[in-house]
């Protein structure tokens, strides 16, 4: 069983940074791929940002060029950083890691506020 841990929500003005953390229980070698998804209240889960495990990565259009994935295999974590956020990326950011299983944190809170 694979545990992951986010951090580092919160609620930020318009124009803000904030960088998310997913830490995993076990090495992160065995993750094809890392990413992000977020949910906004009403509105159904959509993927944000992905990393392989070659160090490859995408975005969705809505936050390339603003958002960075990145991750640190020594520290089993993953990171989001997140700039010039705006009050559409209000939503709460979930970690994804896929093996022979996909396995999903239990979320942080990204509040960005006008």
């Known amino acids: 069983q694979v545990q992951l841990v986010e951090s580092g929500g919160g609620l930020v003005q318009s124009g803000g940074s904030l960088r998310l953390s997913c830490a995993a229980s076990?090495?992160?070698?065995?993750?094809?791929?890392m990413g992000w998804y977020r949910q906004a209240p009403g509105k159904q889960r959509e993927w944000v940002a992905r990393?392989?495990?070659?160090?490859?990565?995408n975005y969705a259009d809505s936050v390339k060029g603003r958002f960075t994935i990145s991750r640190d295999n020594a520290k089993r974590t993953v990171y989001l950083q997140m700039n010039s956020l705006k009050p559409d990326d209000t939503a709460v950011y979930y970690c994804n890691a896929v093996s022979s299983y996909n396995y999903w944190g239990q979320g942080t809170q990204v509040t960005v506020s006008s």
């Open positions: 076990r090495s992160i070698f065995s993750f094809s791929t």
């Open positions: 990393i392989t495990s070659a160090g490859s990565t």
